[in-house]
């Protein structure tokens, strides 16, 4: 979601804040470069707010913007907002500007922001609200009179309490109320509205990045897609630190392909803004992030804000290398605007997006309008375990993984005893298991006293007998966990002044195992686990994946059915990756360069490198590669079954 509802009132980005002073809108001296090719592998659209189209009658403004914009990046597409906070667009100005893109062969939409005016926070309409709910019917129909294609923008929610709401809303939740309220809205305000006036008329919804939190604002995964001819997502992560989201640069990926199984086919790209990021690269990795989950389109936000300078930022010690985004090597003299870092970020990922097959990963079980343990998927994906997410529990998938979401689900541990009888494996969190003691004591006695010890070193072992040592780290507080022995085993544990934390626990039951990964209070300190933790964690997670990885936290492993995989880094230092592949590989061959990577002599590989617990390697090719910080490099696999 935009954090600001009025867009051009101030700075878009905080590096365009620090330094715009003494910048033009385009940045003076910029080298001269040729006009950017159209991407093959998905489309690229950008989005235009009313206040801009408003902009858009000075004809100078508009040709000169655009010529700025298209010299940087090979736009497809945009859509032309009519209505944002009480300020809406004249019919004949927004005909107008259709003809002026059309006229130059770019697609064209429409878009409505169904925002109120407020004093600074987000506010919706007032839905019981006779006079609100007649607007947004008007909205809507001005808007289908004008194109066939409409997008809502991420304010089409509820967050109202006005005397009208609570006497609706009765002895409800608010979820429900809202849940219930927001259907209708959408189903006769919006798409029966628009349809009334354009029979032809496809209405698309934007579902934004918080998705945790989505059934407490009225947006219904469960019944909005099928309201909606299609929805589209919202990618921007922006900075994991200052904003106030605090959301995981891996959600940029994680979150297309949820909601890909949200609705499949139907889900028509990835949304990305250019605020509140530190340093420049954070806005390229957003973009490739979105590409790399195989969304079709991107669309970037917002046309006025694609013109501002685009400043190199806090880059720290890795301003100097070849990193993935080449800044210093691509714009040696000048600063480019972020229309260019648009186009270089997403020609750089166009070819490599080509290569990959259909992405895979760890079948993770969220169900529709679920809460707990809120982007817990998003860190695991952060410390190198691919994660699928599905809105259905996965049958299909040897090894599910549950967290404190799934409790939302009546059936589940119906489900989770059918998995391991058929012979799969289920993870659950302690979140999990907190939520559903009693349920999860039919499988296995476990206990939750309430403990947290500061472990400090940790182990790992498989069966009985001393542990192997994984690492030490600074005292890191995490939950207890009771079992009983012989019945159930810890495969991962950490150690307080010698005494034991499970991190990881296995217990068979029928033809499959349940494992109990703990989870720390504090999500961020999965990344100050030892490098050999997590390494044993993704080998027993991920083991049944095609490659895993040996690396520190904050580097993420992307899998696709084709053999090929991605190793994206996030830290601000280079890493050395080891990467066993499953098979026969004899090298990997690099997307970008075509560089081949040797199979590397080994020792026999540690028993938690085999499959799904099971002790006993199995036939595992090793390479080991060099990734810069907030980079990615792209491989296949050669000589693969």
Known sequence: MRRFLRTGMVCGTLLACILAVGFASKAAGQEAVAAPAANKNFKVAVYIPVNIVERMS?????ESTWKQISAGVKVNKVYIETYRSREMASGRLIESVKKFFLDR?????GGIAYSDLSPGQFRSFVYTNAADRAYVEHVAEFTAKHFNEIILDDFFFDNTKEPSDIAAKGNQSWSQFRLKLMDEVARDLVVGAARKVNPKVKVIIKFPNWYPSFQGNGYDLAVEPSIFNGIYTGTETRDPVITDQQLQ???SYEIIRYFDNVAPGRNGGGWVDTFSIRYVDRYAEQLWDTMLAKAPQIM?????????????????GWANMQTSFDYQAWWPHSTPDFAAVAGKALNEIDPIVGKLGNPIGVAVYRPLNSTGEDFLPDYLGEIGIPI??????PTQAKTVLLTAAAAHDAQILAKIKAHLMAGGNVVITTGLLRKIPEQIAQICELRMPGNQL????????????????LGASEPLMVPEVDYITNDAWPLVRGTANGRGAPLLL??????GIL????????????YRLPQGVLTALRSYIGGDLPETMDAPSQVSLMEYGNHTFVVQSFRNTPVTVTIAVKGDAQALRNLATGQMVEQIASPPIPHHWGDSGVPGALQRAIFRVKVLPHSFDAFAAAGTP
């Open 300 to 316: 970037l936000f917002e046309y006025s804000n694609l013109l501002q300078p685009a400043v190199a930022g806090d880059r720290g």
């Open 515 to 526: 494992y109990v990964l703990t989870i720390p209070d504090n999500f961020n300190d999965l």
């Open 506 to 511: 296995m217990d068979r039951y029928g033809n």
């Open 388 to 393: 699928e997410m599905y809105p259905y529990f």
């Open 249 to 251: 640069q891996y959600e």
């Open 58 to 62: 000075n004809r100078q403004y508009l």
């Open 105 to 109: 062969g770019v697609e064209v939409a």
């Open 454 to 469: 500061l472990t400090t070193e940790y182990w790992g072992a498989y069966g009985a007998g001393n542990g192997a040592s």
